[in-house]
């Protein structure tokens, strides 16, 4: 019986240790977020999301389909598109005439898609031959 106590004893005092350990304060970490990069995250933002627009278009999923592409793999591209390849195909597209070429951003899209193909980071087209590295 003595045992269990002092047995008792010792994972109170362990468990009250643990309970007060945890409610010492974490030191927080903090920093100043200057304006550009909260004007850049959400442009990139505005900018994916104007590319995955004009890719929901029915007009240009059908032109992906007639180059070969699958719509649904040319929308996962540009969700992984880094922050300069997106800034540069937003630019572009800003560039098109209003009410612009559809073919113009669908032959763009695909030209892209092409280049990672051939560069390895994708495999969507099975007539690039890819080299074994």
């Known amino acids: 019986m003595k045992l ?3 047995m ?9 240790m643990s309970v007060m350990m945890l409610s010492l304060p974490a030191p927080a970490l903090a920093g100043m977020v200057g304006t550009g990069e909260v004007i850049a995250q959400q ?9 995955l627009g004009a890719l ?3 007009d ?10 699958n719509p649904d793999q040319a929308a996962a ?6 922050d300069e390849e997106l800034q540069t195909l937003a630019a572009q597209m800003n560039d098109m005439p209003a009410g612009g070429s559809v073919l113009g951003v ?5 030209l892209v898609l092409l280049a990672t193909d051939i ?3 994708t495999d969507i087209f099975p007539f690039v031959k890819k080299t074994v590295h």
Do not use: H, K, N, P
Request: aromatic letters at 6%.
């Open 119 to 121: 560069l390895g980071f």
């Open 60 to 69: 240009v999923r059908a032109q992906l389909v007639a180059l070969g592409v």
């Open 8 to 16: 008792a004893r010792s994972v109170c005092g362990v468990l009250i």
């Open 106 to 110: 669908a032959v763009f899209i695909f």
């Open 56 to 58: 929901a278009q029915e």
């Open 4 to 6: 269990m106590r002092r």
């Open 77 to 82: 591209r540009v969700a992984a598109l880094s």
């Open 43 to 51: 442009q990139q933002t505005l900018d994916r999301g104007q590319l």
